[in-house]
């Protein structure tokens, strides 16, 4: 069911949802091109690093689609852009300096959430924006690729995984939810 038909009294009108929508999904990816700039600069030279860059490039190619967009239709960005600098690039660094494992745990509690919530909007979106729809389905397989990669080498094993990924998970939505907002 689209979240569209269930407007309440007070909610925002399509096009208003559709910007929240380009919004958080540009504020997301430069996110994820923070976090992996993070796990880099402390694993660049490790065995995992190739797999970082790989994903890492595609998140630079998430972002400028989501960029492009964001003129195109002058969205406003988040304001929150100078904090999910910082964050990324700390979450990043943290959890690669805690060791490979701990990096690619990082990897799977964020594109888990990723999913999920490009999973929603495509769901929200339905034959509306049919162009907006196959580019956050694209980059849906992405993260969900990303998770797998991050599996395979190991994010179960990290110290401390179900506390490690629960709390990266929480920051992981409220930074959706402010980023749809402000």
């Known amino acids: 069911m689209s979240e569209f038909p269930r ?13 929240r929508m380009i919004r958080v999904d540009q504020a997301g990816e430069y996110g994820a091109k923070r976090i992996y700039d993070g796990q880099l600069a402390v694993l660049g030279r490790s065995r995992v690093a190739p797999e970082i860059r790989r994903m890492a490039e595609q998140e630079r190619r998430h972002l400028a689609a989501f960029d492009a967009l964001v003129v195109e239709r002058r969205v406003r960005p988040t304001v929150l852009s100078p904090l999910w600098h910082a ?4 979450l990043g660094a943290a959890t690669a300096l805690m060791g490979e494992r701990a990096a690619m745990a990082c990897t799977v509690a964020v594109e888990e959430v990723i999913d999920e919530h490009y999973r929603r909007q495509s769901e929200a979106l339905g034959d ?16 969900t690729e990303h998770r797998e990669v991050a599996l395979a080498h190991g994010a179960e094993e990290a110290p401390a995984y179900p506390a490690l990924s629960a709390a990266i998970k ?3 939505r409220l930074a959706i939810w402010l980023s749809t907002r402000l």
Do not use: C, M, W
């Open 7 to 19: 407007r309440l009294p007070g909610d925002p009108a399509r096009p208003a949802l559709v910007e």
């Open 87 to 90: 964050a990324g690039f700390a």
């Open 128 to 143: 509306t924006e049919p162009a907006l729809k196959s580019a956050i389905e694209e980059f849906r397989r992405d993260e």
């Open 170 to 172: 929480a920051g992981s």
